[in-house]
C-alpha cells in the first residue's frame, strides 16, 4: 500500500526567502506521479506540479520546483521568493496503482509573515 | 475555460437525512473523482467515474454512491447522514487517461450534520 509521509505540521517563513516543504512517500509501483496542491482556507485545492517517477530532470512551475530524490524517496517542494498569498495548507499527493486516484498526506500549514 | 463547479457550496443536515451533491468537470474532462476531506482522516478518496461507470471506490460504506451523466456531470450522494460525514467534499476532473497528470479539483462543498 502507499504511503504519503509530510512531517511539518505547521512552518513559518519570512516573506521573500524560499521554503521547503517536506514529503516522503512509500511505495512499491515502479511507475508512479507526484503531486502538490495549495489549499487556501477558501477550500479549493490549487495543481501547483507534478512530477513522474520516470522524469530525469526535477519539475519546475514557476516560484515552485520539486526536489525528487528517488533513492530516499522524497519529493520535497521548494517556493522561492515567498509571498504572503503563499500562505495556506500545503499537500503532497501520490496517484495511486490504479491511477486513477490520489493519495494524500496529513498536509504542512505555511505561513509567510511580512 | 471554465473551472470544476460544485453545487451547494454549503449545506447543512440533520441526521438520518439524505444528501445530494453535484460536480460539473472542465469542458472536455471525461473523469470525475471524489474526495472527503475532514481534520481528524485528512483528504480520503471515495470514488471515480469516467465516461458513466464507476472505475474506482475508495473505503467508504454503502451509503455514499454516486453517478455520471453522459456530459460528464457527476452527483454524489450520501444517505442516513451520520454526524460525521460534516466534511468538506472535493471533486476532481481529468481528461480520464491512466495515468494523467491532470487533476483539478473544485471549490468544494462544505457540508455539516447536526
Known amino acids: 500500500a502507499q504511503k504519503i509521509t509530510q512531517t511539518q505540521p505547521g512552518m513559518f517563513v519570512q516573506e521573500k526567502e524560499a521554503v521547503t516543504l517536506d514529503c516522503t512517500y512509500d511505495?512499491?509501483?515502479?511507475?508512479?506521479?507526484l503531486f502538490w496542491y495549495k489549499q487556501p482556507s477558501s477550500g479549493e485545492m490549487i495543481f501547483l506540479i507534478y512530477?513522474?517517477?520516470?522524469?530525469?530532470q526535477n519539475a519546475t512551475e514557476g516560484r515552485y520546483s520539486l526536489n525528487f530524490q528517488k533513492a530516499r524517496k522524497s519529493a520535497n517542494l521548494v517556493i522561492s521568493a515567498s509571498q504572503l498569498g503563499d500562505s495556506a495548507m500545503y499537500f503532497c499527493?501520490?496517484?495511486?496503482?490504479?491511477?486513477?486516484?490520489?493519495?494524500f498526506g496529513k498536509g504542512t500549514s505555511l505561513l509567510v509573515t511580512p | 475555460k471554465a473551472g470544476v463547479t460544485q453545487t451547494p457550496r454549503y449545506l447543512i443536515k440533520t441526521r438520518g437525512q439524505q444528501v445530494t451533491l453535484s460536480c460539473s468537470p472542465i469542458?472536455?474532462?471525461?473523469?470525475v473523482s471524489w474526495y472527503q476531506q475532514t481534520p481528524g482522516q485528512g483528504l480520503q478518496f471515495l470514488f471515480e467515474y469516467f465516461s458513466e461507470t464507476q472505475r474506482n471506490k475508495g473505503n467508504f460504506p454503502g451509503r455514499f454512491s454516486g453517478r455520471q451523466f453522459s456530459n460528464s456531470r457527476s452527483e454524489m450522494n450520501v444517505s442516513t447522514l451520520e454526524l460525521g460525514d460534516s466534511a468538506l467534499y472535493l471533486c476532481a476532473s481529468s481528461p480520464g487517461l491512466r495515468g494523467s497528470n491532470e487533476q483539478f479539483f473544485g471549490p468544494g462543498t462544505r457540508l455539516t450534520v447536526l
Open positions: 512530477q513522474g517517477s520516470y522524469d530525469e
Open positions: 499527493a501520490m496517484r495511486d496503482a490504479s491511477g486513477y486516484a490520489l493519495n
Open positions: 511505495t512499491s509501483d515502479q511507475s508512479y506521479g
Open positions: 469542458s472536455g474532462h471525461r473523469s
